[in-house]
């Protein structure tokens, strides 16, 4: 019952700091260095628990040591009272004898007596002896799983710290899935598409006023040409026509040279 209620007690304090600690749990570290700090403690209460039951055993084999020592001097003194009686009874004095016999039984009824107490004890004793030996064990078990949890300690801070870098992972791809990207990067391209297309058309719009400004050019030259000959015209006439007038005869002469030489061949 005493092992099984002061490890019952413990393993119900264990069990509850450790679901407090993992359902309030932020900072993995933090919580195995006070994981480790509560087990040790309860460890501590433990041995205290244990010490005490270990010193109440050892109360009850001093007092059965004690009364098998007694038991054992009252029948040294019942053997020493006996022997009186039958020196005495050897020497005539029946007397003494008879006091020495009674002397000889009191000294056997408190042995007697001790024994008892010491026989009802010993039942008791090995019982609790059982228990401190199964608290010990209980204690070396529990000192073990500290050991256990002290060693494993970073390994389990590193499987944390996988775990969250896991987690932030998950989150960023959930996020990429919610907002894609390529959708920017297609409204993106589509304005760069629109902006390319402008400066195309600009260009092509530059190209056709350029063209325009040559012909107007080409024009102005006419306009120029025929201005000219309108103000030779009306500045005399013959000098344009005597311009045409030695063309023409320019002309003729020419071919009346090209007859004679034809009749002559």
Same mark, same amino acid.
């Not at 010490?51 to 004690?66: F, P, V």
């Not at 020495?100 to 008791?124: G, M, T, V, W, Y």
């Not at 799983?145 to 590193?158: M, P």
């Not at 390529?182 to 409204?187: A, D, Y």
């Given at each position: 019952m005493a092992k099984q209620s002061i490890f019952g007690r413990i393993s119900t304090l264990v069990r509850a700091n450790i679901n407090a600690m993992i359902d309030q749990a932020e900072d993995p570290q933090k919580m195995l260095d006070q994981l480790v700090r509560d087990y040790t403690n309860n460890i501590a209460d433990a041995e205290a628990a244990i010490a005490e039951t270990i010193g109440n055993l050892r109360l009850l084999e001093r007092d059965h040591q004690e009364d098998v020592q007694a038991a054992a001097e009252w029948g040294s003194k019942a053997l020493a009272a006996s022997r009186r009686a039958d020196e005495m009874r050897r020497a005539g004095n029946t007397t003494d004898a008879d006091k020495f016999d009674n002397l000889a039984k009191i000294a056997l009824q408190r042995q007697i007596s001790e024994e008892n107490e010491a026989k009802a004890s010993a039942p008791q004793?090995?019982?609790?002896?059982? +228990? +401190?030996?199964?608290?010990?064990?209980?204690? =070396? @078990?529990?000192?073990?799983?500290?050991?256990?949890?002290? /060693? &494993?300690? /970073?390994?389990?801070? *590193? #499987?944390?710290? +996988?775990?969250?870098?896991? =987690?932030?992972?998950?989150?960023?791809?959930? /996020? +990429? =899935?919610? %907002?894609? $990207?390529? /959708?920017? %990067?297609? #409204?993106?391209?589509?304005?760069?598409?629109?902006?390319? *297309?402008?400066?195309?058309? &600009? *260009?092509e719009l530059a190209a056709s006023s350029l063209d325009a400004q040559f012909e107007s050019l080409e024009d102005v030259g006419e306009l120029t040409e025929v201005e000219a000959r309108l103000a030779a015209l009306k500045a005399g006439g013959s000098a344009? !026509?005597?311009? !045409? *007038? !030695?063309?023409?005869?320019? @002309? %003729?002469?020419?071919?009346?040279?090209? %007859? $004679?030489?034809q009749h002559q061949q």
């Amino acid at each position: 019952m005493a092992k099984q209620s002061i490890f019952g007690r413990i393993s119900t304090l264990v069990r509850a700091n450790i679901n407090a600690m993992i359902d309030q749990a932020e900072d993995p570290q933090k919580m195995l260095d006070q994981l480790v700090r509560d087990y040790t403690n309860n460890i501590a209460d433990a041995e205290a628990a244990i010490a005490e039951t270990i010193g109440n055993l050892r109360l009850l084999e001093r007092d059965h040591q004690e009364d098998v020592q007694a038991a054992a001097e009252w029948g040294s003194k019942a053997l020493a009272a006996s022997r009186r009686a039958d020196e005495m009874r050897r020497a005539g004095n029946t007397t003494d004898a008879d006091k020495f016999d009674n002397l000889a039984k009191i000294a056997l009824q408190r042995q007697i007596s001790e024994e008892n107490e010491a026989k009802a004890s010993a039942p008791q004793i090995a019982a609790q002896t059982e +228990v +401190v030996d199964k608290l010990k064990d209980g204690l =070396n @078990g529990m000192k073990q799983k500290l050991e256990q949890l002290r /060693s &494993k300690r /970073s390994e389990l801070l *590193a #499987r944390a710290k +996988v775990a969250e870098a896991q =987690n932030k992972v998950h989150d960023a791809i959930k /996020s +990429v =899935n919610v %907002l894609d $990207p390529t /959708s920017e %990067l297609g #409204r993106f391209e589509d304005k760069i598409r629109r902006q390319e *297309a402008l400066a195309a058309g &600009k *260009a092509e719009l530059a190209a056709s006023s350029l063209d325009a400004q040559f012909e107007s050019l080409e024009d102005v030259g006419e306009l120029t040409e025929v201005e000219a000959r309108l103000a030779a015209l009306k500045a005399g006439g013959s000098a344009q !026509g005597a311009l !045409g *007038a !030695g063309a023409a005869g320019d @002309g %003729l002469g020419q071919q009346q040279q090209q %007859l $004679p030489q034809q009749h002559q061949q």
